[in-house]
């Protein structure tokens, strides 16, 4: 029988117990651990929804769970994104970070791909607010929905200042099923989580057109008369 060093032509032996070193340089170590650090936040939030959809978890576990992985993730994308820009296989994406290591993870790709819980994307139907809290969430709702229409017509138009205030005006929107009961509720929010989407698929500093800005502030506009329709309604 062939040994193992006759088994290759540059006459290197391989011990199978010898740790493999992966990096030589702290740049090198940084670049693997973050790369591991994506790696594991798209199983973990991958996860994280099939628990969801099964009911495994709770609506109050499950929304600040993905939340906070939705913000590593964005953090940990940029800084990949940025080591690799100079490599022979530069990672523009997380769809290029997947393909490349093939992860097979559509749950995750697709929270990814929103940039907000399921409990934003799909309005709750939990109607277990007491009168004080009610009162609380109306009341940060309405101050949300002032707070973006204003950012709007002050001219902000970047990704990176528009998309915190719609997703946090998502968040209180989508809390209570009470707008669909309007007759242009679920079309109106519909537009809202459209928007949402097509900021969270730019680059922080892209801005949207004076176009788009008239549109979406129509949109919202929009939801904000809805919002007090089912509210008077209910």
């Not at 009162?135 to 138009?157: P, S």
Request: some cysteine; hydrophobic content about 40%; charged content about 25%.
């Amino acid at each position: 029988m062939a040994s193992l060093s006759g088994m290759h032509s540059s006459g290197a032996t391989i011990n199978p117990y010898e740790e493999a070193q992966l990096y030589t340089t702290n740049f090198e170590r940084e670049r693997y651990e973050n790369m591991s650090t994506l790696f594991s936040v798209i199983v973990t939030l991958d996860y994280l929804e099939r628990a969801y959809v099964r009911e495994s978890i709770r609506e109050t576990d499950y929304a600040p769970a993905c939340t906070r992985l939705l913000a590593q993730y964005k953090t940990i994308l940029k800084l990949v994104v940025d080591q690799e820009a100079a490599s022979s296989h530069p990672i523009r994406d997380v769809a290029d970070f997947m393909r490349l290591y093939k992860m097979d993870h559509p749950a995750a790709a697709h929270r990814l791909s929103i940039g907000v819980p399921a409990t934003v994307e799909h309005a709750s139907s939990s109607s277990s607010q007491t009168s004080s809290e009610r009162a609380k969430w109306v009341a940060e709702t309405t101050q949300n929905f002032i707070t973006f229409m204003d950012a709007l017509k002050l001219k902000l138009r970047a990704k990176d200042q528009l998309h915190p205030l719609l997703s946090e005006l998502m968040r209180g929107y989508s809390r209570s099923d009470e707008v669909s009961k309007d007759k242009d509720g679920g079309e109106i929010r519909a537009k809202l989580l459209n928007w949402l989407i097509k900021l969270n698929q730019m680059k922080a500093s892209d801005e949207i057109d004076e176009d788009q800005a008239r549109q979406m502030l129509f949109d919202v506009e929009g939801a904000y008369n809805s919002f007090f329709r089912a509210l008077q309604d209910g």
